[in-house]
């Protein structure tokens, strides 16, 4: 069962474990903001496993709806755990960066305390601990800066306005490693396939906190650049170069949810767990943007 198909990563996810039966309800049968009706809808799927990417990601807007984001990203997935606990099922769950307040000087480790500073990451973080709490088989998998080719995500906004300004500012005081969505689901894709047919088992033993990111680091700002570089191998034209990209501090450009400075999360858990290569965010991004320059319906 395989929620938020139509979102970003859950797109990526259908494409990729393809080879499965998925069962993709869509909202008229599973409305995330009414937690009540979940688990129903479970048992009426009866799933081998649950995948959760859907949530509410709005970071800003969340500081002013807080209680529909508590309801998708911490009551639904508590209805969803608490589900896959009674019928004795596995959860995959997608989490955030932004359970951390990014003070840390070193990439953040699945043991290091949360601290959320903002809606978004405080309901994300209660949203984990519901699931630990439930008992069910998990896999809580915490990823970062996502992007890809369907939805809407910081690469294609940059490439949008390239094409519409003479000049950008973006800041550049914030670091992490942005991560595709084809990354994710293919990670995901290979720990499934550890189990060897043996799912539930295989998660049992495995169960725990991951970070799922590409390898590397980058500001805001030098992600930006990169990709207004790379816009003529897309053939976009741009009105600006990257010497057009300003880079500006965190300070300088307000919002209504605050950011954490270090996103950066280490993956050694995870590529020592399941025998993983991931790859570096720079790598990653030139392939997704090799698969849209061989199709320009992408962007």
Not at 211 to 225: D, F, N, P
Request: contains cysteine; charged residues 20%; aromatic residues 6%.
């Amino acid at each position: 069962m395989l929620t938020g198909a139509t979102g970003q990563v859950g797109h990526a996810l259908a494409e990729t474990l393809g080879g499965h039966t998925l069962v993709m309800p869509g909202r008229d049968a599973l409305d995330l903001s009414r937690p009540d009706r979940i688990a129903s809808c479970v048992e009426r799927i009866a799933p081998d496993l649950i995948i959760n990417p859907a949530a509410y990601t709005a970071v800003d807007k969340a500081e002013a709806e807080p209680e529909l984001a508590r309801l998708i990203n911490t009551e639904a997935v508590r209805a969803l755990a608490q589900a896959a606990a009674l019928h004795g099922i596995g959860l995959v769950h997608f989490s955030t960066d932004y359970v951390f307040d990014g003070t840390k000087e070193e990439a953040y480790r699945e043991s290091d305390p949360t601290c959320p500073i903002n809606v978004y990451g405080r309901t994300k973080r209660d949203g984990e601990s519901a699931i630990i709490d439930s008992g069910c088989a998990f896999w809580i998998l915490r990823t970062s800066w996502v992007y890809g080719r369907h939805g809407g995500n910081f690469m294609k906004t940059i490439l949008r306005l390239a094409q519409e300004r003479d000049a950008l500012c973006v800041v550049n005081d914030q670091f992490g490693a942005p991560t595709s969505d084809e990354v994710i689901a293919q990670t995901l894709r290979q720990m499934l396939e550890a189990g060897k047919g043996r799912i539930t088992e295989h998660m049992r033993a495995s169960t725990g906190i991951y970070h799922l990111t590409c390898g590397g680091q980058t500001s805001w700002h030098a992600y930006a650049c990169k990709l207004v570089d790379a816009m003529p191998s897309l053939g976009l034209v741009s009105r600006m170069s990257s010497r057009d990209v300003q880079g500006i501090a965190s300070a300088a450009y307000p919002t209504a949810a605050r950011r954490p400075a270090n996103s950066r999360l280490h993956t050694d858990k995870l590529r020592h767990t399941f025998h993983l290569d991931l790859p570096h965010w720079a790598e990653a991004l030139d392939q997704c943007l090799a698969l849209m320059a061989s199709s320009p319906s992408s962007h």
